[in-house]
């Protein structure tokens, strides 16, 4: 009776320190891929898709909007509008460069939608004017200025870039990630973590569950409709309380790139896992730093 008693506060500590993932002698916990985001341009409008390739760099394609003259990066903390910009890829193997990406603005905008080749090759790329100091943060990165799949188009008014200018309000450049590789920055779990990504912030991928998403969207919701402010009282800084009383929270709002979902998954879950391989045949991932999201 003792022994029985001992292994099951063994087990249940278990569950407490690793979450949900092994439980004891139960079966492994199923779990599932909910949504697929891309960023196809950095501070830009997401996109749902239903498979995306990926490589060390990160899931495909990562372009960056910098500033024409200092080249450093433009994100939403700078402008906000750019969150209305919106690139949607649609893929075609059968086309030269694997398909498009369509980039389109509001429609009260008077900017007209432009594409821009999916996957260019190493032969186009050489035909693009070339910067040698995109600067994301502490790290200055080459590139190549995109142009668009309009042969006739020349470096100037008409380009992704002096479309973007203007719906920006300042010159600005769109750049695709050159050869030269941006590595990450080890962490204290992986001192000799040896890997590289595009214009991402931080890493490469970011991974993150519906059970966050849904504790968090009900801690909004408690201090919208939470009139009190006493001590106790749940508050969250800078809340505008009459836009989220009702409005709904989307996963979209914090970019993650993989959305998992499982029964008996508990909110940030996610936090505790070291590694997560999808399927069977496709690799394992490792799980490296927590991502503490910008305001916007």
């Not at 695709?176 to 890997?195: A, D, H, N, Y």
């Not at 996610?270 to 999201?293: F, T």
Request: aromatic letters at 10%; hydrophobic letters at 40%.
């Amino acid at each position: 009776m003792f022994i029985a008693l001992f292994i099951w506060l063994l087990l249940k500590i278990f569950r407490a320190l690793f979450g949900r993932l092994f439980i004891g002698w139960e079966p492994v916990v199923a779990l599932e891929i909910t949504k697929i985001l891309v960023h196809p341009i950095k501070s830009c409008k997401g996109t749902s898709v239903q498979e995306a390739r990926y490589s060390p760099e990160g899931v495909e394609v990562e372009l960056v909007i910098v500033d024409a003259k200092t080249h450093v990066a433009i994100t939403a903390r700078d402008i906000s509008k750019m969150l209305l910009i919106h690139p949607n890829i649609h893929t075609d193997e059968s086309e030269p460069y694997g398909g498009v990406i369509e980039v389109s603005f509001p429609a009260d905008s008077d900017c007209e939608a432009f594409y821009i080749p999916l996957r260019p090759t190493q032969d186009l790329l050489e035909t693009w004017p070339m910067v040698d100091n995109a600067k994301v943060w502490k790290s200055n990165n080459d590139g190549y200025v995109v142009q668009s799949l309009n042969p006739d188009a020349a470096y100037g008014p008409g380009t992704p870039s002096e479309t973007l200018s203007i719906f920006l309000g300042r010159s600005v450049l769109l750049v695709v990630k050159g050869p030269r590789i941006r590595w990450v920055q080890p962490t204290t779990s992986f001192p000799e973590l040896k890997t590289m990504t595009a214009f991402q912030d931080g890493y490469p991928i970011l991974v993150a569950t519906d059970s966050s998403l849904e504790d968090i969207a009900k801690r909004v919701k408690l201090a919208a409709n939470t009139e009190e402010d006493g001590e106790d009282t749940f508050k969250i800084h800078g809340l505008d309380k009459d836009i989220w009383k009702e409005k709904e929270f989307a996963m979209e709002r914090f970019r993650p790139n993989i959305v998992i979902s499982g029964e008996g998954l508990v909110a940030y879950d996610e936090e505790r896992w070291e590694e997560i391989e999808v399927g069977q045949h496709h690799g394992k991932m490792l799980l490296v730093s927590l991502c503490h999201r910008c305001q916007v």
